[in-house]
């Protein structure tokens, strides 16, 4: 501890400013870390600097956003060519149809709607779920990330003692301030357990409007779906 504070005093001194005006000094809980969380002032490709120079590798890459790494020639380039003409305009981008194709394409969807965030992105799929079967449960999986709409908040890190059944888990809210009409028709099932999915879907059959799923979940360390489960799942919703 001596070592990394011996390190790390300009981020030491950031936070004792920061915590200041924001809870904990980070903006996502996730980026707390004791005795303060680290601040950073540049990245380049798979490198990371802190602002006292410490270098780091980065293997989390924006949680999987950055794709191409940190500040590519073509990406920068380009960022900076649009922003001399705009950056948020409050309306349709003359550009927006041309990757709303490229992802029709890539993903083999019929058509595509833009968010400005995951969370929003998947509290609107279950919303339209809701919206087109006219039902109302949603099953999702113990240990997956949705982001942070309350509907899908629930069972993300449960406790021992309030994950209950391992085959039929509880509905436990991932926070304080969710109430439980948020998330009583959220269904939490286990991941890798083709068995327990087809058991809750055959008892609630009848007012399933969808499933939400991350294939390879990181949430709970990175757990490898069995050969064939994301498909097998949907097989069993359907």
């Known amino acids: 501890m001596m070592k990394f504070e011996a390190k790390t005093s300009r981020s030491k001194k950031i936070y004792e400013r920061a915590?200041?005006?924001?809870?904990?000094?980070?903006?996502?809980?996730?980026?707390?870390?004791?005795?303060?969380?680290?601040?950073?002032?540049?990245?380049?490709?798979?490198?990371?600097?802190d602002v006292d120079g410490n270098e780091f590798t980065d293997y989390n890459m924006g949680f999987g956003?950055?794709?191409?790494?940190?500040?590519?020639p073509a990406i920068a380039a380009a960022l900076t060519s649009q922003v001399k003409k705009g950056t948020d305009f409050g309306f349709e981008w003359e550009e927006t149809p041309k990757y709303a194709r490229m992802l029709c394409e890539r993903f083999g969807v019929d058509q595509v709607k833009l968010s400005n965030t995951g969370?929003?992105?998947?509290?609107?799929?279950?919303?339209?779920?809701?919206?087109?079967?006219?039902?109302?449960?949603?099953i999702k999986f113990e240990g997956c990330y949705h982001g942070g709409n309350e509907?899908?908040?629930?069972s993300v890190k449960p406790s021992r003692?309030?994950?209950?059944?391992?085959?039929?888990?509880?509905?436990?809210?991932?926070?304080?301030?969710?109430?439980?009409?948020?998330?009583?028709?959220?269904?939490?099932?286990?991941?890798?357990?083709?068995?327990?999915?087809?058991?809750?879907?055959?008892?609630?059959?009848?007012?399933?409007?969808?499933?939400?799923?991350?294939?390879?979940?990181?949430?709970m360390g990175y757990v490898l779906p069995e050969p064939g489960v994301p498909r097998r799942f949907e097989k069993a919703r359907r």
Not at 151 to 154: A, H, K, N, P, S
């Open 19 to 49: 915590k200041t005006d924001v809870p904990f000094g980070v903006h996502s809980t996730y980026r707390y870390a004791d005795p303060y969380p680290l601040y950073f002032a540049r990245a380049k490709r798979t490198k990371l600097w």
């Open 65 to 72: 956003v950055l794709v191409s790494g940190h500040s590519h």
């Open 119 to 138: 969370a929003e992105a998947t509290m609107y799929a279950v919303r339209f779920a809701r919206s087109f079967t006219g039902k109302n449960k949603i």
């Open 151 to 154: 509907t899908l908040l629930v």
């Open 161 to 219: 003692e309030k994950e209950g059944d391992p085959r039929f888990p509880n509905q436990v809210p991932s926070s304080r301030g969710i109430p439980e009409g948020f998330y009583q028709n959220t269904l939490v099932a286990p991941f890798n357990d083709l068995q327990a999915v087809e058991e809750i879907v055959r008892k609630n059959s009848s007012d399933i409007a969808g499933m939400i799923l991350e294939p390879i979940p990181m949430n």
